[in-house]
C-alpha cells in the first residue's frame, strides 16, 4: 500500500521560497504567474496487511508528530493502491 | 472600530484594572480598540521593563569607550583607530519553545537588526541555550530546533556563530532559554540611532510586507503559560533570512549617505514600538497613514498593522526631499520601501486609514510614562536549608575515574561539537579562535580583533543570587582574558519567572546587584540588555539566568591562547585559587 | 591578474574571495553585479559562496537565472577561467558549466569544518605546481554538498580526469569516513571538458592567512597566477 | 487558473533525507513503514485567460528551466480549477 501526503503552509504563514520562485519566474518571462507555495509532497510505502482506514488514521498519527509542523503547516493525506 | 472596551478586552490584553484607569487617565477618554492594542504593547513587560526597570537603574553603564549605553537598539563602545563595536543580547524564549526552528531564527533575525540599524557591519554573533531535562520528551525536539534554526538564519545571512554556551537542568522543561548576541563594526564618528527629529521629515518603511505574524507576540512573551498555550498557538512568525540580507545589505549603503535622521529596526512588537519609540527619543510626534503600509495579505486592520510582528522591517526617517534616495537605494535591492508619514510636533502620535483618524496617542504615557514597579521582594524560605547543605558531607565516589567519565559525558559538560559544527563560524574571514574553547577571537581590522563569551551558571544564581551574579560577570570576562583579551563591555540576558512573585522578584534583584557590582570591580561598563520575565510554566519557575556576554579587546590577533595541550614535555601550571 | 566576484543577492563570501584575491594576494579585483554584464577586463570569475537567493527551491537554481550569468558562460566558452565555491559551485551545476546535482549531506545537517583533500589533477589552471597526490586542508560549510552524477557520466568524468579533488583523511586516503556528506566517489572538486572552470565544495579562500589557522587554500589562488 | 507540480526525486538517485524521516518513523512506532521517499509540492497561481493547454505546456517549460532539476529530479504537472 502506499500513500501520499501533501504538506503546505497554512495560510497567512509566510512562504519566503514560494515569494522567490515566483519573483523569478516573472523576470524570466512568465508573467501569468501570480504567486507560487512550496509544500512538501511525501510518498510513504507501507506493509501490506491493514485497511485503507486504519492506514489513514497512522498516517494523520505520522503526520501531527513528525511529517508536519502542525503549528505552522497543514497536510492532507491520500491513500492509493489499497 | 466603534469595539467596546469590557474588562475582558483589556485583560485579554494583558493589562491589569489599574493599568487602564492610567490609560484612561493619560488619554483624557476611553480608548478605542487600536489605541489600546497600542498602550498594551507600549506598557507590556517587553517593551516598558516596568518591573525590572528599577533594579537595572543600578548597573555601571559609562565609561571612557562608551559611545552608547543602554536605551537604543545596541550599546556602542570605541575601540580605538577610529572604529567601534556594536552589540547586544537578546531572549527570543517563548516562541522557541512554540516553534523552535522558526522562533530561534527569528531571534537571530531580531538581533542582527538591532546591531545593525546603529550602522555597524555584524561580524559575529554568539547564542546561549538552557534546555530541560535531556530525558524530557521535548528536550531532544527542542534542541533540535533551536540549533537548526540559529543555523539556518545565521548561516544564510553569512554572519559565523562563533561560541555560545548551552546547559540543561529540568528546570527548563517547560520553558527554554534562547539568547542570541551580535556584534558589530561601525565607525567611532557614525553611529545611527532610532530618532525621529526634524518635524516635517518622512517616515519611511523599508524590508519585507507587512503580514498577521505574531499579532500579540510581545504580551505573549510577557505573559506566564499555561497548558493552554500551546492550543491558543498564535500566527507564528517566520524569519526570511535572504530578505535580511538584502536589508542588511541595503541599509549600510543607505548609511553610506546622509539622507537619514534615525532608522530603529521593527522587532517584537514591530510598528508601535518603533514608531513610539523613535518619537519619544525625540520628543516629537510622528503621523502616520496605515493604509500605505506594504501588506502581504488581503483586509488586514490598521490594529493588525500596528502589532504584526513580521520580519525584516525598519523604519526610517529621512531628510525632507531626500525619499527617493531611499527608494532607489531599497529598490535595487528588490526591497519593499513606501513613504507612510512625517515627523510632528505634536507630540501625538496619529495614525490615518485611507485619510481618517483612527488613533492618536499621547506619546510619553507610552513610554516615558509607562508604569514602573517597585514589586515586593522576599528572600526565599528555602534558602537556608539550600545553603547549608555542604558537599563534603557526601561521600567520596569508590572509583575517581568512573566518575569522571560519567561527569565528561554529561550534556552539560560535554563537548559541544555536534552544535557549532551546524554552524558557519569561519565565513567573513575574521575567526581567529574557533569555538571549542573559553572565548572566540574574531578579527575586526588589521591586528585589533575581539575576544567574545557568553556565559551564566545558572545553578550557582538559584543558591546566591548574589554572588551568582557577580560570578556570572567573572566567568564570562575571566574567559575573554585567558583568550588574551581585554574585557571592555558587557550585554545581558536576564530571563527569570514570574516577577509578581516576591521571591522571584528578590532573586532578580540580587542577581542585578551582583552583576552590578561585578561590573564595577573589573570596570566593565553594562552598555546593552534585555530582560524576559515570566519564564514559568504552570507555576514552576526556571532556574535565575541573567546570562552575561563580555567583549574584550585583543590588541594583536597573532597574540591570542587556546585551551589544548600543544605539544609533549610543555609544562602544566595551576593558577588561582 | 584580474578577478571579477560575482555579487549575487544572498551571496556572503563575495567579500572574502575579495579580500583574498586583493589583499592577501595583491592582485586587481573587482564586484560584479548580478545584473550587470561587464565582464571585460577579467582573467577570472569568481562565483563566491553563500546563500544566493536563500538557497530557496534549490542551492543555485535561481542565481542561474541572473543575467551576469549568460555572460559567465560565454566567458568559459572563450576560455576565460571560472571558479565557482561552495555555492558557486551549485550555480554552475545549475547552469550547466559543469555536470551533476547537489543532493543534501547525508547527515542532513549543515556541516562547518576542516577536512582533507586530496589533488587529483595537477595539471589544470588551478593546480598547476601542486604535485598529484598533495593533501591539503581547507574548510567546508555547506548543507547540500552531496555531488551526484549517473553511473555512466561519472565514470566519464573519471577517465577524462576531471575530478580535481577528494575528500580524503589526513594521510590522503579515501574513505567513506573522510567523506563529509556523501558525495559519489568522495568527489569535492570538478572541472569542464576543457579545464577552464572548477566548481568545488570546500572554501580555500578561508585557509588562505596563517591568522586564521592555515594557508592552504592560498594555493589554489597561486596556481592561478602562475598559470 | 492554479496548478499543481510534484517534483519526486528520480528513481536510483538516494533520497537522504527520506530514508532519515522512514528511520525515525519506525523508531517511533510505525514498523509498517517501509520506504519514504520526499519531493515537493509546488502551487502557483496563475493569471486567467489561458487555456489548460497552454497553462500546461507553459508550466512544463517552468519546470524544465526552473522547478526541478531534471539531473535527478522528476514532475508532474496538474492544471486544476480551469
Ligand atoms: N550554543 C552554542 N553555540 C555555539 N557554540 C557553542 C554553543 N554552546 C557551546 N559552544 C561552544 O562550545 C565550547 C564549550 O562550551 P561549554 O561547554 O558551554 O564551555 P564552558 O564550559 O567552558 O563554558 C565553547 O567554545 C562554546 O563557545
Same mark, same amino acid.
Not at chain 2, 537598539?73 to 563595536?85: E, F, P, R, S, T
Not at chain 2, 514608531?275 to 525625540?282: L, Q, T
Not at chain 2, 540576558?493 to 561585578?518: S, T, Y
Given at each position: ?82 | ?245 538584502l536589508?542588511?545589505e541595503?541599509?549600510?549603503e ?78 535595487k535591492w528588490d ?243 | 591578474m584580474r578577478f571579477g566576484i560575482v555579487v549575487f543577492p544572498g551571496a556572503n563570501c563575495d567579500h572574502d574571495a575579495y579580500h583574498v584575491a586583493k589583499?592577501?594576494?595583491?592582485q586587481d579585483a573587482r564586484f560584479v553585479w548580478h545584473k550587470d554584464r561587464d565582464l571585460s577586463g577579467l582573467d577570472c570569475v569568481v562565483l563566491p559562496g553563500g546563500?544566493s537567493y ?6 543555485g537554481?535561481i542565481a542561474r537565472f541572473s543575467p551576469v550569468m549568460e555572460e559567465v558562460v560565454s566567458f568559459a566558452a572563450k576560455?576565460g577561467k571560472v571558479i565557482g565555491i561552495?555555492n558557486g559551485?551549485?550555480i554552475a551545476?545549475?547552469a550547466?558549466l ?41 574548510? &567546508?560549510?555547506? !548543507?547540500? $554538498? +552531496? ?8 565514470? %566519464? #568524468? ?31 572538486? &570538478?572541472?569542464? !571538458?576543457? $579545464? +577552464?572552470v ?7 579562500e %578561508? #585557509? ?16 592561478l597566477?602562475?598559470?
Open positions: 500500500m502506499q500513500a501520499r501526503v501533501y504538506v503546505t503552509l497554512k495560510r497567512g504563514v509566510l512562504d519566503p521560497q514560494g515569494k522567490a520562485v515566483a519573483l523569478s519566474l516573472s523576470s524570466m518571462g512568465f508573467e501569468e504567474v501570480e504567486d507560487v507555495r512550496l509544500g512538501k509532497f511525501i510518498e510513504v510505502k507501507l506493509a501490506d496487511g491493514s485497511s485503507p482506514e486504519k492506514a489513514k488514521e497512522r498516517l494523520t498519527e505520522m503526520c501531527q508528530r513528525l511529517l508536519a509542523n502542525t503549528v505552522i503547516e497543514d497536510y492532507r493525506i491520500e491513500i492509493v493502491g489499497a | 472600530m466603534s469595539t467596546e472596551i469590557t474588562p475582558e478586552i483589556v485583560a485579554t490584553h494583558g493589562l491589569k484594572p489599574d493599568e487602564y484607569e492610567r490609560i484612561q487617565a493619560a488619554m483624557k477618554r476611553e480608548p478605542n480598540l487600536l489605541e489600546l492594542g497600542i498602550f498594551s504593547v507600549m506598557w507590556s513587560e517587553h517593551c516598558s521593563y516596568k518591573s525590572s526597570r528599577k533594579h537595572l537603574r543600578g548597573f555601571p553603564t559609562s565609561g571612557p569607550r562608551v559611545l552608547q549605553g543602554p536605551g537604543e537598539n545596541a550599546g556602542v563602545v570605541d575601540i580605538g583607530d577610529g572604529l567601534a563595536v556594536a552589540f547586544k543580547m537578546e531572549s527570543h524564549n517563548h516562541p522557541s519553545y512554540i516553534e523552535p526552528y522558526q522562533g530561534a531564527a527569528t531571534g537571530v533575525g531580531g538581533i542582527l537588526r538591532d546591531v545593525f540599524t546603529m550602522g555597524a557591519r555584524p561580524i559575529a554573533s554568539l547564542n546561549s541555550l538552557r534546555f530541560g531535562d535531556p530525558s524530557h520528551p521535548k528536550t531532544a525536539w527542542l534542541l533540535e530546533g533551536v540549533t537548526a534554526g540559529i543555523a539556518g538564519y545565521g548561516n544564510a545571512i553569512g554572519v559565523p556563530t562563533v561560541g555560545g554556551e548551552i546547559a540543561f537542568d529540568a528546570s527548563y522543561n517547560g520553558n527554554c532559554l534562547v539568547n542570541a548576541f551580535t556584534l558589530g563594526v561601525l565607525p567611532a564618528d557614525k553611529i545611527f540611532r532610532g530618532n525621529a527629529s526634524g518635524v516635517g521629515n518622512p517616515v519611511i518603511y523599508v524590508g519585507a510586507k507587512t503580514g498577521r505574524d505574531g499579532i500579540h507576540g510581545a504580551t505573549m512573551a510577557s505573559a506566564e503559560f499555561d497548558e493552554s498555550s500551546e492550543e491558543k498557538r498564535p500566527t507564528v512568525q517566520v524569519g526570511d533570512p535572504f530578505v535580511e540580507k536589508l542588511l541595503a541599509c549600510l543607505l548609511m553610506q549617505t546622509d539622507a537619514i535622521v534615525g532608522i530603529q529596526d521593527m522587532g517584537a512588537a514591530g510598528l508601535t514600538s518603533s514608531s513610539v519609540e523613535m518619537a519619544g527619543r525625540a520628543g516629537n510626534g510622528l503621523d502616520m497613514h496605515l493604509d500605505r503600509v506594504p501588506m502581504r495579505e488581503e483586509g488586514m486592520t490598521p490594529y493588525e498593522i500596528m502589532l504584526s510582528e513580521s520580519q525584516e522591517r525598519m523604519l526610517i526617517v529621512a531628510k525632507v526631499g531626500r525619499e527617493k534616495d531611499v527608494v532607489a537605494i531599497f529598490e526591497l519593499d520601501v513606501a513613504v507612510v508619514g512625517s515627523v510632528s510636533d505634536t507630540g501625538t502620535l496619529r495614525l490615518f486609514w485611507h485619510g481618517q483618524l483612527a488613533a492618536e496617542l499621547p506619546i510619553d504615557p507610552l513610554t516615558e510614562g509607562a508604569p514602573v514597579y517597585d514589586r515586593p521582594r522576599q528572600r526565599p524560605a528555602d534558602l537556608d536549608a539550600l545553603q547549608a547543605f555542604d558537599p563534603a558531607t557526601l561521600p567520596a565516589p569508590a572509583d575517581l575515574g568512573s566518575t569522571l567519565l560519567q561527569l565528561v559525558a554529561r550534556p552539560t559538560i560535554a563537548s559541544k561539537e555536534w552544535v557549532y559544527r551546524q554552524y558557519d563560524h569561519m565565513v567573513r574571514l575574521g575567526t581567529v579562535v574557533r569555538p571549542g574553547g573559553d572565548a572566540a577571537v574574531v578579527r575586526v581590522e588589521g591586528k585589533k580583533g575581539v575576544a567574545l563569551s557568553a556565559d551564566c551558571p545558572s545553578r550557582m544564581v538559584y543558591l546566591d543570587p548574589y554572588m551568582g551574579g557577580m560570578l556570572t560577570v567573572a566567568e564570562a570576562s575571566r574567559n575573554v582574558s585567558v583568550v588574551g583579551g581585554e574585557p571592555i563591555g558587557l550585554t545581558d540576558c536576564l530571563n527569570f519567572g514570574n516577577p509578581e512573585k516576591p521571591e522571584i522578584m528578590w532573586q532578580f534583584a540580587e542577581a542585578v546587584r551582583g552583576i552590578a557590582d561585578a561590573c564595577r570591580a573589573l570596570d566593565v561598563p553594562v552598555v546593552s540588555g534585555n530582560v524576559s520575565l515570566y519564564n514559568e510554566t504552570d507555576g514552576k519557575g526556571i532556574f535565575p539566568t541573567p546570562t552575561c556576554a563580555v567583549v574584550g579587546l585583543v590588541p594583536d590577533i597573532e597574540r591570542t591562547s587556546t585551551t589544548w595541550w600543544k605539544e609533549a614535555g610543555h609544562e602544566i601550571a595551576l593558577l588561582g585559587t | 589583499h592577501v594576494l595583491g546563500f536563500g538557497d530557496y527551491l534549490r542551492c537554481a576560455g561552495c559551485f551549485q551545476l545549475e550547466g559543469l555536470p551533476g546535482a547537489m543532493l543534501r549531506n547525508r547527515s542532513l545537517k549543515f556541516v562547518c569544518k576542516d577536512v582533507h583533500l586530496r589533488v587529483e589533477n595537477g595539471n589544470t589552471p588551478f593546480t598547476k605546481g601542486i604535485a598529484e597526490g598533495t593533501v591539503l586542508r581547507m574548510p &567546508i560549510a555547506h !548543507a547540500e $554538498g +552531496n555531488y551526484f552524477l549517473p553511473d555512466d557520466e561519472l565514470a %566519464r #568524468l573519471e577517465g577524462e580526469g576531471r575530478v580535481a579533488f577528494r575528500y580524503v583523511d589526513a594521510a590522503g586516503q579515501v574513505t567513506d569516513a573522510a567523506n563529509p556528506n556523501g558525495s559519489r566517489n568522495n568527489i569535492a572538486g &570538478i572541472l569542464n !571538458a576543457k $579545464g +577552464n572548477l566548481g568545488m565544495m570546500p572554501h580555500p %578561508r #585557509l588562505a592567512e596563517s591568522v586564521l589557522g592555515g594557508e592552504d587554500g592560498l594555493r589554489i589562488f597561486e596556481a597566477l602562475g598559470s
